[in-house]
């Protein structure tokens, strides 16, 4: 059964689909060019693998702002990731708002928005805190793909939806696709 809001998760299961999904990872740094010294915000982080993997990018003049909305997740995460100095975790509910941080240079939302009511607050929240020429990568469940992983495709957004809600808000499209593991992504730009 799908579990919309995480209420009967193991986090280390999480953790290990993740791991499978890892090469994911490595194409939105791709898509997004994260660099060194880049200011990051990854939202719903989930256990950290694909956190971890944009700390190692920026490295130690960067920066990510970790933000979670489960204390559970982010108690986990919190472990996954002692070993890291340039993480800031900021436990909020991104249709709420993120508190105070930083302008950032990319922000990734990977696999979360089928789990929130309201997406396009999180478009318009994330307007907000993206600097000059920021991008945005948003990646989802294809629901055009077979359901074989993943998901129920009756809650997975179709890429149209996301991209009407995306240009709501303000964000350009620069580019869209379809990766393994049944995903589509989109780069945004404001
Ligand atoms: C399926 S996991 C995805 C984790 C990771 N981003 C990935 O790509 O694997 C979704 C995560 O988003 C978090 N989440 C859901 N709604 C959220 C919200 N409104 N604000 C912040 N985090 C949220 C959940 O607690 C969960 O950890």
Do not use: C
Not at 44 to 69: D, N
Not at 108 to 119: G, K, S
Not at 120 to 132: A, D, L, M, T
């Amino acid at each position: 059964m799908f579990d919309k809001d995480f209420s009967q998760v193991d986090w280390e299961k999480v953790k290990q689909g993740q791991l499978i999904r890892q090469s994911l990872g490595s194409e939105w740094i791709r898509l997004t060019g994260l660099a060194p010294g880049m200011r990051v915000m990854d939202i719903g982080t989930g256990p950290g693998v694909f956190t971890r993997m944009y700390a190692e990018a920026v490295g130690e003049m960067g920066r990510v702002y970790a933000l979670e909305k489960s204390p559970q997740a982010m108690a986990f995460l919190r472990r996954e990731l002692q070993d890291l100095k340039n993480v800031e975790y900021v436990l909020a509910d991104a249709e709420q708002g993120f508190g105070e941080v930083p302008k950032v240079d990319v922000v990734f939302i990977t696999d979360v928005l089928h789990h929130v009511d309201t997406p396009g607050k999180i478009f318009r929240n994330i307007s907000r805190v993206v600097s000059e020429g920021a991008k945005v990568l948003v990646a989802e469940y294809d629901p055009t793909a077979p359901g074989e992983v993943g998901p129920p495709l009756e809650v997975r957004i179709p890429l149209g939806d996301l991209q009407q809600m995306a240009v709501a808000a303000g964000f350009q499209i620069v580019e869209t696709g379809t990766r393994d593991h049944e995903h589509y992504y989109v780069v945004l730009q404001r």
